[in-house]
T-cell receptor, first 113, second 115 residues
């Protein structure tokens, strides 16, 4: 089966850097993606890594190491509006018939002034 | 504007009263799915559909039905709702055949309470 592990909560101050780790176990693997969800809102896509390395999108970066079954989301220059839950998700080729995305439990990031 | 819409956004009902939550997307996506979100459990897939008339169970399908008669619509049906189906529900869509295959678009959510 598939499983994804990520910390449940992280607290940091404005301007700081936060790293959210995600380790996964899958029978197959296409790539790792990240979603952001504000309280009361819907998840929105942030980034996707299919290959090893770092992908940068503004203040947010995502990293993947396929050999370690590990990735992380890096939030830089934290702002109050970054307070949200962040989910990692994997797409598993072994479930190609469903092409299913499986989500981690989410990491709640609380940004303090 | 590319979007996924759901209705209703909020619903309070009683045990056993059949209900339908509608979902529609305007992006011509082939793949649609329903999730429920409960505290501490993340997003769990209920049902998915790879295309018109093609549906299959996700991780937590018990007590739910779906249909996919048109590409844009994917309603979620609770034939006999029970209190353990009280949850926040999200419809989502994406296009597996595109370069953005892993970009999933979510609807705004439906908060359902079953008394």
């Amino acid at each position: 089966g598939q499983s994804l592990e990520q910390p449940s909560e992280v607290t940091a101050v404005e301007g700081a850097i936060v790293q959210i780790n995600c380790t996964y176990q899958t029978s197959g693997f296409y790539g790792l993606s990240w979603y952001q969800q504000h309280d009361g809102g819907a998840p929105t896509f942030l980034s996707y890594n299919a290959l090893d390395g770092l992908e940068e999108t503004g203040r947010f970066s995502s990293f993947l190491s396929r050999s370690d079954s590990y990735g992380y989301l890096l939030l830089q220059e934290l702002q109050m509006k970054d307070s949200a839950s962040y989910f990692c998700a994997v797409r598993d080729w072994a479930k190609a018939a469903g092409n299913k995305l499986t989500f981690g439990g989410g990491t709640r990031v609380l940004v303090k002034p | 504007e590319a979007q996924v819409t759901q209705n209703p956004r909020y619903l309070i009902t009683v045990t056993g009263k059949k209900l339908t939550v509608t979902c529609s997307q305007n992006m011509n996506h082939e793949y649609m799915s329903w999730y429920r979100q409960d505290p501490g459990l993340g997003l769990r897939q209920i049902y998915y559909s790879m295309n018109v008339e093609v549906t299959d169970k996700g991780d937590v399908p018990e007590g739910y039905k779906v249909s996919r008669k048109e590409k844009r619509n994917f309603p979620l049906i609770l034939e006999s709702p029970s209190p353990n189906q009280t949850s926040l529900y999200f419809c989502a869509s994406r296009n597996p055949g595109s370069p953005k295959a892993d970009t999933q678009y979510f609807g705004p959510g439906t908060r359902l309470t079953v008394l």
